[in-house]
């Protein structure tokens, strides 16, 4: 299971830093997800990293603005957002896929635990 963190209200051109906490000692074999999830909509892709970090995707959106890493000592994962916009807002689920990522679709991850509410103010 993961844990979500960091969200919080923000301005918008304002910056968060969220953090995904996963346990056990086979954190570094999964490949891991951000998602959003706005009210009504269905959950869409952010960004992606690889399992050693070595690689990581961004959904069209995230490019340019997001940064998403990875520490497996300490079972973690960060997604830098910088550049906030009104239309970032959402809550942000982390999730989880064995082996490498072969598609961006919320369906091929898993392990969702509760996200966390980002709010950017216009």
């Known amino acids: 299971q993961l844990q979500a963190s960091g969200g919080g209200l923000v301005q918008a051109g304002g910056s968060l830093r969220l953090s995904c906490a996963g346990s056990?000692?086979?954190?570094?074999?999964?490949?891991l997800g951000w998602f959003r999830q706005a009210p009504g909509k269905e959950r869409e892709f952010v960004a992606a990293?690889?399992?050693?970090?070595?690689?990581?995707y961004y959904g069209d959106s995230a490019k340019g603005r997001f940064t998403i890493s990875r520490v497996n000592v300490k079972n973690t994962m960060y997604l830098q957002m910088n550049s906030l916009e009104p239309e970032d807002a959402g809550v942000y689920y982390c999730?989880?896929?064995?082996?490498?990522?072969?598609?961006?679709?919320?369906?091929?991850?898993?392990?969702w635990g509760q996200g966390t509410q980002v709010t950017v103010s216009s």
């Open positions: 999730g989880a896929r064995w082996g490498p990522i072969s598609s961006y679709s919320a369906t091929d991850f898993g392990s």
């Open positions: 056990g000692r086979t954190f570094g074999n999964y490949a």
């Open positions: 990293i690889s399992r050693s970090g070595s690689r990581t």
